[in-house]
């Protein structure tokens, strides 16, 4: 059966904290794992949260601050040490190159998996599978940064009544479904729109055109909530967002589950950022992330 889920390995922003560690998110979609921003520590809460090198076929990096990149070389060691079997793919802005080489190889180790890079300079489509196709938005932040945005494509949802007036059974579904039209019968007389689910990962930035075109209509949106509202100044100055803000962005996008995360240090009580949320007119499903939590992408309608 296929899983689609977010394994969440760490909600901290900066620097860890005696119940948080650095960013770490593993995204399961059907048969594949994509991992979005290891910050140090990840590899340990890899092994934590029941995730394994072997689940890893993609690598996310929003940006080259050390709480959202430090643990890659932990990560792509481990990926080599295991000898994953499939070659894992690696995003990171190309302005990063650097950082990336020098993480990739910090340390002497044997490479013995195939990882390819593949960075991004621009917006756009950066990988297309049969499952899903991949995009990425450039952010508003100090350094240069991407946020990533996964979309299945449409289908088809074939309604049984309208089969069975038309007198559609057996192995002429099949037929109608691959030729399009059946014995006069077109494969819209019989079916409707299956909308592809949509996910979307905005880690450090302020408001920009690009989080809104990367939050509209998902599923499932994971967004940075550095601050609070009260500290909006800090959070401009510093190229975040506050928990009020981003709710506002998953409203207006329609957002069906949004998961806050990427909280400062200075705040102890979590509920606020749900709270400052829900103030915002936000009223989909709402999750304040913690380490190791579990999220399940939303069914469809």
């Given at each position: 059966?296929s899983?689609?889920?977010?394994?969440?390995l760490?909600?901290?922003?900066?620097?860890?904290t005696r119940?948080?560690?650095?960013?770490g998110?593993?995204l399961?979609w059907d048969?594949?794992?994509?991992l979005?921003?290891?910050?140090e520590?990840t590899?340990?809460?890899?092994?934590?949260?029941?995730?394994?090198a072997h689940?890893?076929n993609?690598?996310?990096v929003t940006?080259f601050?050390?709480d959202h990149?430090?643990?890659l070389?932990?990560?792509?060691?481990?990926?080599?040490?295991?000898?994953?079997?499939?070659?894992?793919?690696?995003?990171?802005?190309?302005?990063?190159?650097?950082?990336?080489?020098r993480?990739?190889?910090?340390?002497a180790?044997?490479e013995t998996?195939?990882?390819?890079?593949?960075?991004v300079?621009a917006d756009?489509?950066?990988?297309?599978?049969?499952?899903?196709t991949?995009?990425?938005?450039?952010?508003?932040?100090?350094v240069?940064?991407y946020?990533?945005?996964l979309a299945?494509p449409?289908?088809r949802?074939?309604?049984?009544d309208r089969?069975?007036?038309?007198?559609?059974?057996?192995?002429?579904v099949?037929r109608?479904?691959r030729d399009g039209v059946?014995?006069?019968?077109?494969?819209?007389d019989?079916s409707?729109t299956r909308?592809?689910?949509?996910?979307?990962?905005?880690m450090d930035?302020?408001?920009c055109?690009g989080?809104?075109?990367?939050?509209?209509?998902c599923d499932?949106?994971?967004i940075?909530?550095?601050f609070?509202?009260?500290?909006e100044?800090?959070?401009?100055d510093h190229?975040?967002?506050?928990?009020g803000?981003a709710?506002?962005?998953?409203r207006?996008?329609?957002?069906r589950?949004?998961?806050?995360?990427?909280?400062?240090q200075?705040?102890s009580?979590p509920?606020?950022?749900?709270r400052?949320a829900?103030a915002?007119?936000f009223?989909?499903?709402l999750t304040v992330?913690?380490?190791?939590?579990r999220?399940?992408?939303?069914k469809r309608?």
């Open positions: 059966m899983v689609r889920e977010l394994v969440v760490g909600t901290a922003s900066q620097v860890p119940h948080r560690n650095h960013n998110y593993l399961r048969g594949e794992g994509i979005f921003d290891p910050g520590g590899q340990r809460q890899m092994l934590r949260a029941g995730v394994a689940d890893l993609r690598i996310c940006h601050h050390g990149s430090l643990g070389a932990g990560v792509i060691q481990r990926i080599n040490l295991d000898k994953v079997p499939h070659e894992v793919t690696a995003h990171y802005p190309r302005s990063g190159q650097r950082f990336f080489d993480l990739r190889y910090a340390t180790y044997r998996v195939e990882i390819a890079e593949v960075p300079a756009g489509v950066i990988a297309a599978t049969a499952g899903y991949l995009e990425a938005r450039k952010l508003s932040h100090p240069e940064s946020g990533y945005r299945e449409d289908g949802r074939m309604l049984p089969l069975t007036a038309h007198g559609i059974k057996g192995p002429d099949g109608l479904q059946l014995d006069g019968v077109s494969l819209d019989v409707e909308h592809g689910q949509r996910f979307a990962f905005v930035t302020r408001l055109d989080v809104y075109a990367l939050a509209e209509g499932l949106l994971v940075e909530s550095t609070l509202d009260e500290d100044r800090l959070a401009v190229g975040h967002l506050t928990a803000q709710a506002r962005v998953a207006d996008a329609g957002v589950h949004l998961v806050l995360t990427h909280f400062s200075r705040y009580e509920e606020e950022f749900e400052q829900r915002a007119g009223e989909g499903e992330a913690h380490d190791l939590l999220v399940s992408v939303p309608r």
